[in-house]
């Protein structure tokens, strides 16, 4: 299938490693300009490791969504290197696992910063470019967590609800201006934070971090975690003209983990 992507400006958000990075390599691979933006240095080596292996334009923007600043210099960036966006991919780290009684006011107000308001600047900032764009696409990356809430995870159940919130409010305001507006719900896909939420359910079970793996495993129907390039890939269909009549969607990639019917 063609997906249409050549030639197009793709921007994902925390992209250095994980599922971000992933999809943008599958941007990348599918023909289209990419920009990846991380608070860390490591960005620059992940667009060349990118670059180098799909031949793509790539451009590495070193900045912390949840600064107005840094976000405004990035769109400027993106736009002064490639003229405009097609796509636009939110995505962040997560907050730290714990309970809700151990969490302070300061960790909420974090989480809402790292989450929901990093969302509504790039998005803010982003639009009018995306109205440009005969193709415009916005990808929410938030959790399976907003349909089956996560043990010791009480600031990511929480605040992932409320971009879900806003991902579908915005499928409709902004579908007038030929804007698609998804979100895709990861479950258990092996990355670096998946690794520190084992590492943190083995200290506080009293167990190992293979038990635990195997535990989250038995829970899936698939039996096994996703792998990143698993979830890139239909982040990147879901962003595509190839998925033009898709708005709107909340999408599982969990292997089957959420047991409801919507």
């Keep these: 299938m063609d997906l249409q992507l050549t030639g197009r400006v793709a921007l994902v958000i925390a992209a250095s490693k994980g599922l ?8 990348a ?48 960036r993106v736009v002064q290197r490639f003229g405009g966006i097609d796509m636009l991919v939110t995505n962040s780290g997560g907050p730290p696992p714990s309970l809700f009684e151990k969490t302070t006011l300061d960790q909420w107000e974090s989480a809402s910063n790292l989450l929901l308001l990093s969302t509504v600047r790039l998005i803010q900032l ?12 916005i990808l929410t990356i938030t959790s399976a967590s907003t349909k089956q809430p996560i043990q010791n995870l009480v600031l990511s159940n929480s605040v992932r609800l409320a971009v879900v919130g806003l991902t579908k409010t915005l499928s409709q305001e902004l579908a ?13 896909t092996y990355t670096e934070r998946v690794q520190q939420l084992v590492n943190s359910r083995a200290v506080q ?15 899936i129907p698939l039996q096994r975690m996703g792998s990143p390039e698993e979830f890139a890939n239909a982040a990147v269909f879901l962003c595509s003209p190839a998925a033009a009549y898709i708005n709107g969607v909340m999408l599982p990639v969990d292997g089957g983990l959420c047991k409801g019917s919507l």
Excluded at 69 to 74: I, K, R
Excluded at 213 to 219: E, Y
């Design 20 to 27: 971000g990075a992933a999809t943008a390599r599958q941007f």
């Design 126 to 137: 982003a639009l009018p470019h995306l109205r440009r764009s005969d193709a415009a696409a």
């Design 176 to 188: 007038g201006d030929r804007i698609r507006v998804n979100s895709i719900l990861p479950g258990w």
């Design 29 to 76: 691979r599918e023909g289209a300009k990419v920009v990846i933006c991380a608070r860390g240095e490591e960005v620059h080596q992940t667009a060349t490791q990118i670059q180098t292996e799909t031949n793509a334009e790539v451009l590495a923007v070193q900045g912390d969504v949840t600064q107005a600043d840094d976000v405004e210099q990035l769109i400027e």
């Design 205 to 219: 079970n009293g167990t190992t971090p293979d038990e635990e793996t195997a535990a989250i495993a038995n829970n």
